[in-house]
């Protein structure tokens, strides 16, 4: 069955490093991958999307890879700050660009002042 | 610009009961999806409006129904409540799935308790 797997403990780095969040997946194809931020009692906010043809995409401090060879994404928050301290989930369309999308169920980062 | 606004914020219920969710879309999107979120886990799709009707629906029994108005907004239907429908509900809209633009936009979402 369809899989998608995300680090599900906590994320402790210290302020001013790299955050790398991982998004692995199993019998998908999918057409586009996704990453959002979710702060506590919040919906999702839309942060990325990389394309199944597209090796890595940057946005600010933000950077996603997408390898479908090895069916995994890399998120990486640089220069991490207090204020990126939230969970960040990675979605998949499951219907090749329909979006009814499949979360993972997220990684918690905490960045430590 | 309003974004996506769901009512209500909270809502207890007990089981056996029924409940409505509402979502109203962000300007100008005219596509509705509702997903089920529970403590610790990822949102999952319950089912998406596309024009007043259903598109696709994700692996949820048929107590769960919605509707889409002419306006786009939408709501979500929940008969014989359990205990397990216990989540955060959250609505989110996006263009219409002809068009390029895959990123969705979400409410607050509905934190239902079924007790």
Known sequence: SQKIEQNSEALNIQEGKTATLTCNYTNYSPAYLQWYRQDPGRGPVFLLLIRENEKEKRKERLKVTFDTTLKQSLFHITASQPADSATYLCALDSRGGRRALTFGSGTRLQVQP | ?115
Request: proline share 5%.
């Open chain 2, 1 to 115: 610009d309003a974004g996506v606004t769901q009512s209500p914020t909270h809502l207890i219920k007990t089981r056996g009961q029924q409940v409505t969710l509402r979502c109203s879309p962000k300007s100008g999107h005219d596509t509705v999806s509702w997903y089920q979120q529970a403590l610790g886990q990822g949102p999952q799709f319950i089912f998406q409006y596309y024009e007043e009707e259903e598109r696709q629906r994700g692996n949820f029994p048929d107590r769960f129904s919605g509707h889409q108005f002419p306006n786009y907004s939408s709501e979500l239907n929940v008969n014989a409540l359990l205990l397990g429908d216990s989540a955060l509900y959250l609505c989110a809209s996006s263009l219409g799935p002809r068009l390029s633009d895959e990123k969705l936009f979400f409410g607050s979402g509905t934190q239902l308790s079924v007790l």
